[in-house]
């Protein structure tokens, strides 16, 4: 049964998991078992995803949701990935604890990997694999020197080291298909995971191509999955804050570690913020491969969903009507 807690932000609980881990995933980036234990507050908010698919996008959306269209907010500092393994625990746990607001922090886990808490939500944000990993290479090859060392050297990681990508796209692309996310973590069991949760009442799919196609509806839509009403005036600021030419502009205020972890900082990690990229590169081959590789792992349905953002439905309910009087989408 759900934990039934107090609504004061004040107050922390363990929950008892509705469905614990079944595994544990480790190596040089992460530790699944950061979250063993973490004291939820209710309505605490996940961002999960594989990586590249839209996640700063959609810390940048609750940071406007939650803070009322504040501008220059340090939202990646502000919102810790906490299965991260170079920042001590402790840092994190103080951080976190100390916030008043409604917190939201970020996970690149599979849903099995993480613990479900009945009165946190959780969002998960998916892309087509080829965009995600050319997102991916750029992000992988300007890293710097000093990123890599705390990625490595931090102690306790499990397998080897991250190092330089190639810059050999085509054989980046093919290292990764053939070897199930390469070099970072397993990349169709992630999508696969949260597909299978996608009908729990507190998880949201959230697409990067429904955000580049529909911004505003995509806002909503998380807005009343969070059930928080926004005020009407607030929300053309909202959508330019959440631009990508926003996001571009202001990449170094969204966290001072862009600056030490990205050769050319923010210009970095903000790189195009767009799809398609990998039909410059790939052969015909190269993309049936990576088809028979999606049918194989991921049911029909899903597939179609990660490569479209399409054919996910979900029911507005009355209260999400409430909130939004426009609320007519699924």
């Known amino acids: 049964m759900p934990t039934t807690v107090t609504s004061s932000p004040e107050v922390e609980i363990t929950p008892v998991s509705d469905r614990p881990p079944a595994r544990e995933l480790r190596n040089h980036s992460l ?9 939820f507050r209710e309505g605490d908010i996940v961002i999960a995803s594989w990586a590249k698919a839209g996640t700063t996008w959609t810390q940048q959306i609750l940071g406007q949701l939650i803070f009322n269209a504040a501008a220059d907010l340090p939202i990646i500092d502000m919102c810790p990935w906490v299965d991260q393994r170079y920042r001590p625990l402790q840092s994190v746990m103080d951080q976190l604890q100390a916030q008043t607001h409604r917190r939201f922090m970020k996970t690149h886990l599979p849903s099995d990997a993480i613990q479900l808490c009945p009165f946190a939500r959780y969002i998960y944000v998916g892309r087509d694999g080829r965009d995600a990993l050319w997102s991916w290479h750029n992000h992988h090859r300007h890293l710097t020197p000093h990123a890599l060392r705390l990625l490595n050297d931090t102690p306790g990681r499990v397998g080897p080291p991250l190092g330089p990508a190639t810059d050999d796209l085509r054989q980046f692309f093919h290292d990764w298909l053939d070897r199930d996310g390469f070099p970072v973590w397993p990349f169709w069991s992630n999508v696969s995971s949260w597909w299978a949760v996608r009908e729990r009442p507190n998880v949201l799919l959230v697409h990067f191509n429904n955000l580049k196609r529909d911004l505003e509806g995509e806002m909503r839509r998380i807005a009343r999955f ?3 009403s926004v005020e009407e005036s607030l929300w053309p600021r909202m959508l330019w804050h959440c631009s990508f030419e926003y996001m571009k502009q202001h990449g170094a205020q969204f966290s001072a570690m862009l600056k030490r972890g990205f050769v050319n900082g923010a210009d970095d990690f903000f790189y195009r913020g767009n799809n398609g ?3 410059e590169t790939l ?3 190269d993309v049936h491969k990576y088809h028979r590789c999606a049918a194989a792992e991921l049911s029909v349905e ?3 969903w990660l490569a479209t953002g399409e054919g996910l439905e979900r ?4 209260s999400e009507v409430a909130l939004d009087p426009n609320a007519t989408r699924t």
Request: proline share 4%.
């Open 31 to 39: 530790d699944s078992t950061r979250w063993k234990g973490f004291p």
């Open 226 to 228: 969070l059930g928080i």
């Open 277 to 279: 990229r990998w039909r």
């Open 283 to 285: 052969t015909a081959d």
């Open 302 to 304: 899903c597939a179609h």
């Open 315 to 318: 029911t507005v309910t009355a």
